[in-house]
T-cell receptor, first 116, second 112 residues
Framework: DSGVTQTPKHLITATGQRVTLRCSPR?????VYWYQQSLDQGLQFLIQ???????AKGNILERFSAQQFPDLHSELNLSSLELGDSALYFC???????????????FGSGTQLSVL | GNSVTQMEGPVTLSEEAFLTINCTYT??????LFWYVQYPGEGLQLLLK?????DKGSNKGFEATYRKETTSFHLEKGSVQVSDSAVYFC???????????FGAGTQVVVTP
């Protein structure tokens, strides 16, 4: 168990809808990262927050948004959903800021989103 | 931009066989290199890492050496077990904030 909790584990919805994915980082971790894993795009970095502030942005669509709350949990909001948004969405956390070199990322088990 | 290329799977091996998964990268600057493993139904776990040229990362019998001259970070294990069946991801980071660029992943299947 990585200590990173993601809910829900599975989500099935229809095109055009909006969903919210939730992530609770490990206790003490200030940084949260969101990744999308799909069959055609592989594992892609979406966005990172550190202590409530956005720190880095990757291949995140404008229909997607995220935030990190004062208690450090994070939510990823996906709107106007399309079939191609079906993927496994991972959250990871780290103490940061030197996550890549001095620390390591701890990944949650992911939320499987199916858009029908 | 940065990119990571790893060999396509699935790679199917018998128990106790030697495993190699090739990984090459393109990056500006001096990236840190990683191997992550994803077991079925789970999130990714860091397997090993190397932060500078000629460093060797090792863990659980797996090894990888950071080769700057060939821009490679190949993963090896001398004797695989059925429990090593998983998807392995090579990744790099040039960002101290931890943003990772992943390869496509290589599925490894080890049969008894």
């Amino acid at each position: 168990d990585s200590g990173v909790t993601q809910t829900p584990k599975h989500l099935i919805t229809a095109t055009g809808q909006r969903v919210t994915l939730r992530c609770s980082p490990r206790s003490g971790d200030l940084s949260v990262y969101w990744y999308q894993q799909s069959l055609d795009q592989g594992l892609q970095f979406l966005i990172q927050y550190y202590n409530g502030e956005e720190r880095a942005k990757g291949n995140i669509l404008e229909r997607f948004s995220a935030q990190q709350f004062p208690d450090l949990h994070s939510e990823l909001n996906l709107s106007s959903l399309e079939l191609g948004d079906s993927a496994l969405y991972f959250c990871a956390s780290s103490v940061a800021p030197q996550a890549a070199t001095n620390e390591k990322l701890f990944f949650g088990s992911g939320t499987q989103l199916s858009v029908l | 931009g940065n990119s990571v290329t790893q060999m396509e799977g699935p790679v199917t091996l018998s128990e106790e066989a030697f495993l190699t998964i090739n990984c090459t990268y393109t990056a500006t600057g001096y990236p840190s290199l990683f191997w992550y493993v994803q077991y079925p139904g789970e999130g990714l776990q860091l397997l090993l890492k190397a932060t500078k040229a000629d460093d060797k990362g090792s863990n659980k019998g797996f090894e990888a050496t950071y080769r700057k001259e060939t821009t490679s970070f190949h993963l090896e294990k001398g004797s695989v077990q059925v429990s090593d069946s998983a998807v392995y991801f090579c990744a790099l980071s040039t960002d101290s904030w931890g943003k990772l660029q992943f390869g496509a992943g290589t599925q490894v299947v080890v049969t008894p």
